[in-house]
């Protein structure tokens, strides 16, 4: 019980410093980050290389998916210890990736997708062909 | 680099990545704008079912049946948010559509468009494949992504993809700031809970939430473009965060990498070094324990900043601390920085 109760005093005086963080002027933060040492326009690009990296890791985990036929499950399982975990919204096997590394594992890369013929309506189809 | 980059419109009204200037315009800009999209498809039902699924993402289409009209159009109303082209377009001849030439002018367009603008975002849209490594292309576009499920699924996604790595792009330096500290202090609260996971963890699955939620809307963290992004990934952070600490029990082992702590004076150290008992209760308290006390610690000879952390840490709201805005604003800095300094190992020699 007391371990609880740290954890939430912590996580309140940190949630406090986090939110104070978005109401801070663009120069404001600029200067803080600055009176740290840190290289603000050092840390501003790490940053997006976080987000390009996350980015470009589901794009080729996309890629290798649809090719088989296979969909990530938005209501999936997230962040395993080695990376993260999901799985076929359509037929369910399992698919993990790194966005450190880039690395794609699972048995959703054996083979085909045996339920994406449900859910693909094919060109002649929507055109009424 | 150059890959991610194709994605991404970097046209020159937007801020060069990397400035220190406010961006030109914000992000919100973009999200108030509207989106623009040019469609070049000549069959009519594949037209109209294309441009219906645009606009209901939002998008005002402009539309052309071969790749001449299409190359015209993006000249004069350039740059499009995405140009969505099908593989299959035709040649004109300068009378009418040119049957004999091959029908496969959709990708000279799309290199045509690249050359124009390196950075335009383009979705081929290739139908009749049902691979999407199959329909050919010259290496360049060989990063063009391909729509081959005529599902809104999959445009959707394929849509939000371009947006949001446009919206990655024209993000400020002082915006990525914001993110990036307000993931490190959300991930710093949870603990234990974070189980060995940094902020840049949280900023990345935020990004990787709301891109697999593009697919269904309803399920995932789709990014609704009435919201500025900044305020979409903290939001996105600060729900995932929140279900880290759900998941995680009290009694999960100790990782090696979460024992070591910084004292007051930035030196780093193991908590279980100083424990008599070999208990793992003991251990346990005291980590959990010492990150609050130090805190206070650091803080021992700021009245304001011990009011205002004992405050918090009594659960009263930041209007409540007796604390006028300014003096607020002010003690949350000096909180900031003394605590960003001590997580990165120096040393705070002025009391304030």
């Given at each position: 019980?007391?371990?609880?109760?740290?954890?939430?005093?912590?996580?309140?005086?940190?949630?406090?410093?986090?939110?104070?963080?978005?109401?801070?002027?663009?120069?404001?933060?600029?200067?803080?980050?600055?009176?740290?040492g840190?290289?603000?326009?050092?840390?501003?690009?790490?940053?997006?290389?976080?987000?390009?990296?996350?980015?470009?890791?589901?794009?080729?985990?996309?890629?290798?998916?649809?090719?088989?036929?296979?969909?990530?499950?938005?209501?999936?399982?997230?962040?395993?210890?080695?990376?993260?975990?999901?799985?076929?919204?359509?037929?369910?096997?399992?698919?993990?990736f790194?966005?450190?590394?880039?690395?794609i594992?699972?048995?959703?890369?054996?083979?085909?997708?045996?339920?994406?013929?449900?859910?693909?309506?094919?060109?002649?189809?929507?055109?009424?062909? | 680099?150059?890959?991610?980059?194709?994605?991404?419109?970097?046209?020159?009204?937007?801020?060069?990545?990397?400035?220190?200037?406010?961006?030109?315009?914000?992000?919100?800009?973009?999200?108030?704008?509207?989106?623009?999209?040019?469609?070049?498809e000549?069959?009519?039902?594949?037209?109209?079912?294309?441009?219906?699924?645009?606009?209901?993402?939002?998008?005002?289409v402009?539309?052309?049946?071969?790749?001449?009209?299409?190359?015209?159009?993006?000249?004069?109303?350039?740059?499009?948010?995405?140009?969505?082209?099908?593989?299959?377009?035709?040649?004109?001849?300068?009378?009418?559509?040119?049957?004999l030439?091959?029908?496969?002018?959709?990708?000279?367009?799309?290199?045509?468009?690249?050359?124009?603008n390196?950075?335009?975002?383009?979705?081929?849209?290739?139908?009749?494949?049902r691979?999407?490594?199959?329909?050919?292309?010259?290496?360049?576009l060989?990063?063009?992504?391909?729509?081959?499920?005529?599902?809104?699924?999959?445009?959707?996604?394929?849509?939000?993809?371009?947006?949001?790595?446009?919206?990655?792009?024209?993000?400020?330096?002082?915006?990525?700031?914001?993110?990036?500290?307000?993931?490190d202090?959300?991930?710093?609260?949870?603990?234990?809970?974070?189980?060995?996971?940094?902020?840049?963890?949280?900023?990345?699955?935020?990004?990787?939430?709301?891109?697999?939620?593009?697919?269904?809307?309803?399920?995932?963290?789709?990014?609704?473009?009435?919201v500025?992004?900044?305020?979409?990934?903290?939001?996105?952070?600060?729900?995932?965060?929140?279900?880290?600490?759900?998941?995680?029990?009290?009694?999960?082992?100790?990782?090696?990498s979460?024992?070591?702590?910084?004292?007051?004076?930035?030196?780093?150290?193991?908590?279980?070094?100083?424990?008599?008992?070999?208990?793992?209760?003991?251990?346990?308290?005291?980590?959990?324990?010492?990150?609050?006390?130090?805190?206070l610690?650091?803080?021992?000879?700021?009245?304001?900043?011990?009011?205002?952390?004992?405050?918090?840490?009594?659960?009263?709201?930041?209007?409540?601390?007796?604390?006028?805005?300014?003096?607020?604003?002010?003690?949350?800095?000096?909180?900031?920085?003394?605590?960003?300094?001590?997580?990165?190992?120096?040393?705070?020699?002025?009391?304030?």
């Open positions: 019980m007391a371990d609880k109760k740290n954890y939430d005093e912590l996580e309140r005086i940190m949630n406090q410093l986090a939110d104070s963080v978005l109401e801070l002027s663009d120069a404001a933060i600029l200067a803080e980050v600055t009176a740290t840190a290289d603000p326009q050092e840390k501003a690009e790490r940053t997006r290389f976080v987000l390009r990296r996350s980015s470009k890791a589901l794009e080729a985990v996309n890629k290798r998916l649809w090719n088989l036929g296979h969909s990530l499950n938005p209501k999936g399982r997230w962040h395993e210890e080695r990376g993260y975990s999901n799985s076929c919204r359509d037929c369910g096997l399992s698919i993990s790194t966005t450190a590394t880039n690395e594992w699972g048995n959703a890369l054996v083979g085909p997708c045996p339920e994406s013929a449900q859910h693909a309506i094919r060109k002649r189809e929507a055109s009424g062909k | 680099m150059a890959q991610l980059l194709s994605f991404i419109d970097t046209t020159p009204q937007f801020e060069t990545p990397g400035s220190l200037k406010p961006s030109l315009p914000p992000t919100k800009s973009i999200n108030a704008s509207t989106k623009s999209a040019l469609l070049v000549n069959d009519e039902s594949l037209l109209n079912f294309l441009r219906r699924s645009l606009k209901d993402e939002g998008y005002a402009r539309t052309a049946a071969n790749s001449e009209e299409g190359l015209r159009l993006y000249r004069h109303c350039a740059p499009f948010n995405v140009v969505l082209i099908d593989y299959c377009v035709p040649q004109s001849n300068g009378i009418g559509i040119d049957y030439a091959p029908q496969t002018h959709g990708i000279g367009l799309a290199m045509a468009i690249r050359e124009i390196p950075s335009q975002g383009i979705i081929i849209a290739a139908l009749d494949y691979d999407a490594r199959e329909v050919p292309r010259p290496q360049e060989m990063d063009i992504p391909v729509l081959i499920d005529i599902g809104n699924f999959h445009l959707r996604s394929l849509l939000e993809k371009i947006e949001v790595d446009r919206a990655i792009e024209v993000l400020t330096s002082s915006e990525l700031l914001r993110l990036q500290q307000y993931a202090f959300r991930v710093r609260g949870l603990g234990r809970a974070a189980r060995g996971r940094t902020g840049e963890d949280l900023l990345g699955e935020a990004l990787l939430r709301t891109l697999v939620g593009a697919e269904a809307t309803q399920k995932g963290r789709h990014w609704n473009r009435d500025d992004f900044v305020m979409h990934l903290t939001g996105a952070m600060q729900s995932i965060s929140s279900s880290w600490k759900r998941q995680f029990t009290d009694r999960e082992a100790y990782l090696i979460e024992l070591p702590i910084h004292d007051a004076e930035g030196q780093e150290h193991s908590p279980v070094d100083n424990v008599a008992s070999a208990h793992a209760a003991a251990d346990q308290l005291l980590v959990e324990k010492d990150e609050k006390d130090q805190i610690t650091i803080f021992k000879d700021d009245p304001e900043a011990t009011q205002m952390l004992l405050g918090l840490l009594h659960g009263l709201k930041k209007n409540e601390l007796g604390l006028d805005k300014k003096k607020c604003a002010a003690t949350e800095k000096r909180i900031r920085t003394k605590l960003l300094n001590r997580r990165n190992g120096r040393c705070e020699e002025h009391g304030r």
